[in-house]
C-alpha cells in the first residue's frame, strides 16, 4: 500500500509539470478562477474556495483528470500469466514461478 501523501504529491506534481510545459492551459485555468473569483474576495488580501465555488472550476477539472491519466500515482499494476503461452506477438510469456527456478 501506498501512502496517500506519495500519491498526492506524485498526482500535483505531474500536474503542476503539465501545465507548466502548456502556457496554454495555465491562461485558461487562471482564466477561469478570474471568472469564479467573486469581487469580495479580490479585494481581500486571503481567500479560499469553498466546495461550491470548487464544483464549477470544470476545466481545472478536466487539467487534473487529464493529468491523472497521463500519469497515474500507482501507475504499476502486476500481471502474471497462470500457464506458458504465446502473444500474437510472438513474445513468450510464463508464469512467474517459472523464473524463480
Not at 464544483?55 to 477539472?61: F, G, I, S
Request: proline share 7%; aromatic share 10%; net charge negative.
Amino acid at each position: 500500500m501506498l501512502a496517500e501523501g506519495d500519491t498526492i504529491s506524485s498526482a500535483l506534481t505531474w500536474f503542476f509539470w503539465l501545465v507548466s510545459k502548456n502556457p496554454s492551459v495555465e491562461t485558461r485555468i487562471r482564466e477561469e478562477l478570474n471568472m469564479k473569483i467573486s469581487a469580495e474576495k479580490v479585494a481581500a488580501k486571503w481567500w479560499k474556495f469553498d466546495i461550491n465555488e470548487l464544483n464549477k472550476l470544470v476545466y481545472l477539472h478536466g487539467a487534473l483528470c487529464e493529468a491523472l491519466r497521463l500519469f497515474p500515482p500507482v501507475p504499476f499494476e502486476h500481471k502474471v500469466p497462470i500457464e506458458a503461452d504465446i502473444l500474437p506477438s510472438g513474445h513468450r510469456v510464463v508464469p512467474s514461478m517459472q523464473w524463480e527456478e
